[in-house]
C-alpha cells in the first residue's frame, strides 16, 4: 500500500453552472484509523446531483462544503486497516467517504457489501441512497394504485429508472422524460415503461403527454423541474400526487425562477405537491435494502451504472450529470481488486 492519498477539494465556489476551476486535486498522507474506525481503500465513489448544493454557502439538507475541504460523497470500498472488531481486512463496505483513494470511516456508519447481490457499485445507486429514495418517494410521497399513471422526470437516473420499475409492479401505467434516444429506448425495451418522451427532441411537451399518457397523470415523481414540470402540471388528474424528489434543472440559477407558475392548475383537480427527503426514512432503510436486494437478486429489478475511470476525472464524471451524461447510476471507479 502506498503511503501517498490523492483527495479533491473545494477550490472555489462555482457561479451558475461549475467547471473543473471549482475543484482541485491535492495529496495527503494516507490517514491512520482511530479506534472503532476502518482505514478504506475506495473502489466506487458517488457523483450525486445534490453535491452541487452543497458547493454553494448557506443552509440546505447537507451542510455547505468549506473551501479547501476535502469532498465528501458515498463510497463503496475495501478495508484495508481496521481499528474495530466489527470488519476485516478485505471486507467490503459502503459509507461517506471522500472524493479520495482512502478514507476512514466509523465502522458504525458503515454497511456491508455482498458482492453476490450486485456489483459493488451497484451499493451507489439501485441499492444505495438512489434506490431508497426512489422506493420511499414512490410509495410513501406518490402512493401509487394498481391503473394510475405515474409519469417519472429524469427517468433514465439513478433514482427514476427505479421509480419506474417499482411503478410497474404496482401495476401502474409509466411515462418517463428523459434526454436521450439510447435512454427513451433503454426506458421502454429494457425497463418495460409504457412510454419514453425524449425532451430534447420534443418540442410540444403537452402533445406529448397527451399521447403517452391519454387517461392523464395520477403521480408525478419529479426530479427535474423546469418546463417539464409546467407541462405535466396541466395534465395531472383529481387527486394527483406530485412526489418533489429533486430540480436538477434548477440547481445551477443563482436566483429562484420567477414565472410562468401552473399553480392554478392545481386548483380543480386538488392535487397535493409533496417534498421529500430521503433521511426522513432512515428508521425504515433496512425494509428498503432488503426489499430492493430481492428485487435486484432475482434479476426482477434492473439497474445500470455508468463508470467514469479514474479518480482523476470525478470533477468530469459530477459535471456530467448537469449535460445527461450518465445512465442509470453515475459513479467513478477509483481502485480496482487487485488494489491498482
Ligand atoms: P440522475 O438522474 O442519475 O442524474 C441526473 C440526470 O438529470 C441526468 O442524467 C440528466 O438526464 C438529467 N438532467 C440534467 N439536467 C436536466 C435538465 N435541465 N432538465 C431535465 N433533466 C436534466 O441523478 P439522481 O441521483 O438519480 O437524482 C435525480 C434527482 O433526484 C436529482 O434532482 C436529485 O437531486 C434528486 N434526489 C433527491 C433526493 C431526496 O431525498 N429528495 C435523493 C436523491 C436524489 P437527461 O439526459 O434525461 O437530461
Ligand atoms: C439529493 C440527494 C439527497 C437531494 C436530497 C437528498 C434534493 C437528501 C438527503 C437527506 O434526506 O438527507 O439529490 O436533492
New binding site residues.
Partial sequence: MTNTNREWLLAARPEGEPDTDSFELRETDVPTPDPGELLVQTRFLSV???MRGRMREGESYADPWNVGDALKGGIVGEVVETASDAYDAGDLVTGEGTWGDYATLDADDVAPVDPAVADPEAYLGVLG??GR?AYFGLLEVGRPKPGDTVVV??A?????SVVGQIAKRNGCRVVGF???DE?TDWLTDGLDFDAAIN?KTTDDYRAALDAAAPDGVDVYFD??G?P?TDAVFTRLNLDARVAV?????HYNDEEVPTGPRKLPQLIPVRASVEG????DFATRFGEASEQLGQWVATGDLRHRETVVEGLENAPDAFLG??S?D?IG??VVRVSSADGE
Fill in positions: 450525486d446531483p445534490y441512497m438512489p429514495t422526470s429524469g433514465a437516473g439513478a433514482v427514476g428523459a434526454g436521450t435512454k425532451y426530479n427535474v423546469g417539464i424528489c429533486g430540480q436538477i434543472a421529500l427527503l430521503v433521511g450529470l448537469f445527461g450518465n447510476k453515475q
